[in-house]
C-alpha cells in the first residue's frame, strides 16, 4: 500500500536525501493519474490561469476559480500530498482576509497546504496562516504574481546582492514555519546552496539538480503546450500532437462514413426495423 504523504513524510526525505516529485494538476482525471504514477505532491498552480483558462498570465485568478480545481484534483487523490496556490491580491489585502482565503483552499477545496509568493514582506501572513493550522510553502525567485515588478520573466538571483537577498528571505521562511519553498528560476549552484542551508526541503522549477524536489506545469511534461518552450522544461510526451492527430483522424472517419462501424452501434431484434417506418 502506498503511504499517504505527509509533511514530516517530506521532511524525512529530505533528511535522508530522496528526492521530492510534484507536478501541478488542475482536474479530477490528471489527479487520478498522477496518484497512479505515485508523485509525492500535487501543485493545484495559479498557473491555471495561463495552462488551463486561457488568461495571459497569473493575475487574473480567482479565489474561487482556484477552490473549484482544487476539489476535483483532491477528489482524485488519496496518498498524494495537494497543495493550493493562493492567488494574486488573496492574501496580500490583511491577514484576516488571508487565513480565511487560505482556510477555504482546505476546507472547501480539500487541500492539504497552501503556497504562497513572496519573501520578507510576506512573514506576518504566514505565520498566522500557520497558526490557523494551515501548512504553508512558500515560493522565491521569479514569482510570477510579480511579473509587472519584475518586468517580465526573468531569472532571478543572478548577482552576490540578489543571491544574497534570496538566502535571507528563504532563511526568513523557514524561520517563520514553511514546510516547504519553491525555488522558481535561480541560478542552480544558489539553489544548490540555499537548499544545504536550510533544513526545510527545496523545490526547484528551472532551479538545478541540487533541489531537494522538482516541480513542473503539467501541460509542459506533457508537451501539451506549445508556446514558446522556457529553457528548464523538459516534454516527457508530445501529446500536443497526439491529441490533435487523434482529433484530424476523428474528423476524418466521421466525415467519411467510417465512423461509428458496427462494433461501436446497438442492434435491435430484426422484426422491430419495418415497424419503426
Ligand atoms: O502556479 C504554478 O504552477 C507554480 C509553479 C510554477 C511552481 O507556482
Same mark, same amino acid.
Given at each position: ?34 496518484? /497512479?504514477?505515485? !508523485?509525492?505532491?500535487? &501543485?493545484?498552480?495559479?498557473?491555471? #490561469?495561463?495552462?488551463? +483558462?486561457?488568461? %495571459? ?106 543571491? /544574497?537577498?534570496? !538566502?535571507?528571505?528563504? &532563511?526568513?521562511?523557514?524561520?517563520? #514555519?514553511?514546510?516547504? +519553498?519553491?525555488? %522558481? ?93
Amino acid at each position: 500500500m502506498a503511504e499517504k504523504i505527509t509533511v514530516s513524510v517530506l521532511r524525512e526525505k529530505k533528511a535522508q536525501g530522496l528526492k521530492i516529485t510534484m507536478v501541478t494538476a488542475y482536474d479530477y482525471p490528471s489527479a487520478r493519474m498522477v496518484e /497512479e504514477a505515485g !508523485l509525492d505532491m500535487i &501543485l493545484v498552480g495559479d498557473s491555471l #490561469g495561463n495552462a488551463v +483558462l486561457g488568461y %495571459e498570465n497569473t493575475l487574473p485568478v480567482t479565489m474561487d476559480e482556484m477552490v473549484h480545481h482544487t476539489r476535483a484534483v483532491c477528489r482524485g487523490t488519496r496518498h498524494t500530498f495537494v497543495v493550493a496556490d493562493l492567488p494574486f491580491l488573496s492574501y496580500h489585502v490583511s491577514v484576516e482576509q488571508a487565513i480565511l482565503n487560505a482556510g477555504r483552499l482546505v476546507k472547501e477545496g480539500g487541500a492539504q497546504a497552501v503556497k504562497l509568493e513572496g519573501g520578507k514582506e510576506r512573514l506576518e501572513v504566514i505565520k498566522r496562516i500557520i497558526a490557523a493550522e494551515i501548512p504553508v510553502m512558500g515560493h522565491l525567485g521569479l514569482t510570477p504574481q510579480s511579473i509587472h515588478q519584475f518586468g517580465g520573466f526573468k531569472v532571478q538571483g543572478k548577482n552576490k546582492e540578489q543571491a /544574497e537577498k534570496l !538566502l535571507a528571505d528563504a &532563511l526568513l521562511l523557514e524561520e517563520a #514555519g514553511v514546510f516547504a +519553498l519553491v525555488l %522558481e528560476c535561480v541560478p542552480a549552484p544558489l539553489a544548490a546552496m540555499i537548499t544545504e542551508k536550510i533544513s526545510i526541503p527545496t523545490i526547484g522549477i528551472g532551479a538545478g539538480s541540487g533541489c531537494d524536489g522538482q516541480v513542473l506545469v503539467w501541460h509542459d511534461l506533457l508537451g501539451i503546450t506549445q508556446d514558446l518552450k522556457p529553457r528548464f522544461v523538459k516534454n516527457y510526451a508530445h501529446l500536443h500532437d497526439d491529441i490533435t492527430g487523434a482529433l484530424k483522424q476523428y474528423k476524418a472517419e466521421v466525415e467519411k462514413g467510417q465512423f461509428p462501424a458496427a462494433e461501436h452501434s446497438y442492434t435491435m431484434k430484426e422484426e422491430e426495423i419495418p415497424r419503426l417506418y
